[in-house]
Nanobody
Framework: QVQLVESGGDLVQPGGSLRLSCAASGRISGAYFMGWYRQAPGKQRELVATITSSGTTNYADFAKGRFTISRDNAENTVYLGMNSLKPGDTAVYYC???????????WGRGTQVTVSS
């Protein structure tokens, strides 16, 4: 079993910045991706960014140029730096761990990001 715990969500003004963290613990072995997804009220959960163990990243179009995903493999931790935040970025942000071999996904409980003046 794998546990994911997110932190860093907050209320921030438009144009502001936040850094989200997600710490993974438990049975973690083999190749896996980590990533961030978000879900706004009344909308489906959507991909924000993912990162492989070798550091290859993938971003949703809305995140390119504003968000940066990174990870610390030794600590099984993934980060999401977010700049130039907009009200449309308001959502619950979820951490994801995806095992490549088994295609099993684990999710955190989410952290709320609210962008408002």
């Amino acid at each position: 079993q794998v546990q994911l715990v997110e932190s860093g969500g907050d209320l921030v003004q438009p144009g502001g910045s936040l850094r989200l963290s997600c710490a993974a613990s438990g049975r973690i072995s083999g190749a896996y991706f980590m990533g961030w997804y978000r879900q706004a009220p009344g909308k489906q959960r959507e991909l924000v960014a993912t990162i492989t163990s070798s550091g290859t990243t993938n971003y949703a179009d809305f995140a390119k140029g504003r968000f940066t995903i990174s990870r610390d493999n030794a600590e099984n931790t993934v980060y999401l730096g977010m700049n130039s935040l907009k009200p449309g970025d308001t959502a619950v942000y979820y951490c994801n761990l995806h095992f490549v071999l088994t295609q099993i996904d684990y999710w955190g409980r989410g952290t709320q990001v609210t962008v408002s003046s």
